[in-house]
């Protein structure tokens, strides 16, 4: 079955700089890799996603890329502000949904 | 747009009794919803996948007497934690797959906004 690792399990930047959270997936028929957010208290949000066949997907300063010979896709946060602070999760399907551990991200002002 | 409601919020109940917690579907129809358990700092662990007109499909280790999963209409599942003991504390959340709304067409998961529930 699908298994997702996903790093680093805690991240601190300051405001502004940029943050990198990492996914490796086990199952090289996935094809379809959201991200969620979290915040404390509420329900995870998808944020950007990204189908297989394609190695990239921006959205304003978030963006996603894809590496499907190494299995492992990444979402990428530039110019992060404060309310980027959050628990993010990566997923990878098999007959469900299988999300990654999860990274908290702490944006300090 | 799409939305999957869930209720309650939060609940708290004494040890021995039971908890229902209920999930809709919005404007759209799930044949499939999915219950997620989540404790604090934790990631989101699928416990079952529950699908309307026949019976869930448990994971491995999640007792399915402990937790029972009807879905019994395309709008609405409910989850109840039978006998519930303080170890079943956690926040539950509930998911569907919306179609379509995802890139280039992949269906999408949605959450309910979550229980919190705490037994005492």
């Known amino acids: 079955g699908e298994n997702v690792e996903q790093h680093p399990s805690t991240l601190s930047v300051q405001e502004g700089d940029s943050a990198v959270i990492k996914c490796t997936y086990s199952?090289?028929?996935?094809?379809?890799f959201p991200w969620y957010k979290q915040e404390l208290g509420k329900r995870p949000q998808l944020i950007i996603d990204?189908?297989?066949?394609?190695g990239e997907k921006k959205d304003q300063r978030i963006a996603v890329t894809l590496n499907k010979t190494a299995k492992h896709f990444s979402l990428h946060i530039t110019e992060t502000q404060p309310e980027d602070s959050a628990v993010y999760f990566c997923?990878?399907?098999?007959?469900?949904?299988?999300f990654g551990t999860g990274t908290r991200l702490q944006v300090f002002p | 747009g799409a939305v999957v409601s869930q209720h309650p919020s939060w609940v708290i109940c004494k040890s021995g009794t039971s908890v229902k917690i209920e999930c809709r579907s919005l404007d759209f129809q799930a044949t499939t919803m999915f219950w997620y358990r989540q404790f604090p700092k934790q990631s989101l662990m699928l416990m079952a996948t529950s699908n309307e007109g026949s019976k869930a499909t448990y994971e491995q280790g999640v007792e399915k007497d402990k937790f029972l999963i009807n879905h019994a209409s395309l709008t609405l599942s409910t989850l109840t934690v039978t006998s519930a003991h303080p170890e079943d504390s956690s926040f539950y959340i509930c998911s569907a797959l919306i179609p379509g709304q995802g890139y280039s067409g992949a269906n999408v998961l949605t959450f309910g906004a979550g229980s919190r529930l705490t037994v005492l």
């Open positions: 990204i189908r297989s066949n394609v």
């Open positions: 997923a990878a399907p098999a007959d469900k949904l299988i």
């Open positions: 199952d090289s028929a996935s094809n379809y």
